[in-house]
Nanobody, 129 residues
Framework: QAQLVESGGGLVQAGGSLRLSCAAS????????MAWFRQAPGKEREFVAA????????????HYAEFAQGRFTISRDSAENTVYLQMNSLKPEDTAVYSC??????????????????WGQGTQVTVSS
């Protein structure tokens, strides 16, 4: 059974950094688009970043929400079936549960949560001011 398990969340001061990991198991996700979403208390789940399948380095593309541009970096290690989210210059408004997701297909409508087939349980990120 396919499973995504996030780790790396925690409490960090504003301006600090965290690196989240999403370990995939049960199937090979190297041909899947992988993404990170987040959900803050009382808010809708929102798209953070996505990365396309890795074939050759030039074929992999990344996509970011505006708030993540320049601060967050998504990457993947297909050999280890793992996706990462490096988050720098964290702000209190980044506090949320961060979840990874996977799907096949095109890169259209990346922000639409119902189009993602696999989800992890999430990891809590709390940024103190």
């Amino acid at each position: 059974q396919a499973q995504l398990v996030e780790s790396g969340g925690g409490l960090v001061q504003a301006g600090g950094s965290l690196r989240l990991s999403c370990a995939a198991s049960g199937r090979t996700f190297s041909s899947y688009i992988m993404a990170w979403f987040r959900q803050a208390p009382g808010k809708e789940r929102e798209f953070v970043a996505a990365i396309t399948p890795s074939g050759t380095p030039s074929a992999t593309s990344t996509h970011y929400a505006e708030f993540a541009q320049g601060r967050f970096t998504i990457s993947r290690d297909s050999a280890e079936n793992t996706v990462y989210l490096q988050m720098n210059s964290l702000k209190p408004e980044d506090t949320a549960v961060y979840s990874c997701a996977a799907r096949m297909g095109s890169i259209v409508e990346l922000t639409t949560t119902r189009l993602w087939n696999f989800w992890g349980q999430g990891t809590q990120v709390t940024v103190s001011s």
